[in-house]
């Protein structure tokens, strides 16, 4: 008895960790869905989970918020001249600033 208990709640662990987890790679996807979508409470918590857990994917997510709000000025800059060299720099500052 106490093994089949066991093997039970083994299973029912499982698929808790499967449903709440997320790799790498997941998380990931949900940040960058995260800046064109609503994510569902159910990714919501999964993402801060995982966050609270994975320093890399917290930093990617500082890292892409940078670069949504660079893209995001140079799409309504676009009718201007722009200077790609100053344009490099300055993503390259920000990334640095959002690393600190």
């Not at 995260?34 to 890399?56: G, R, T, V, W, Y």
């Not at 140079?74 to 959002?98: F, P, R, Y």
């Amino acid at each position: 008895m106490w093994k089949q208990t066991g093997l039970t709640i083994r299973v029912m662990m499982k698929k808790i960790m499967h449903a709440l987890f997320l790799s790498c790679l997941k998380a990931t996807e949900l940040i960058e869905k995260k800046f064109h979508f609503k994510l569902s409470f159910k990714e919501k918590l999964q993402l801060k989970i995982h966050k609270m857990m994975c320093d890399a994917c917290s930093m990617y997510e500082k890292q892409s918020a940078v670069l949504e709000k660079g893209m995001e000025s140079h799409h309504k800059h676009s009718h201007e001249e722009c200077d790609i060299e100053q344009l490099k720099k300055q993503i390259s500052l920000n990334l640095k600033e959002a690393g600190n």
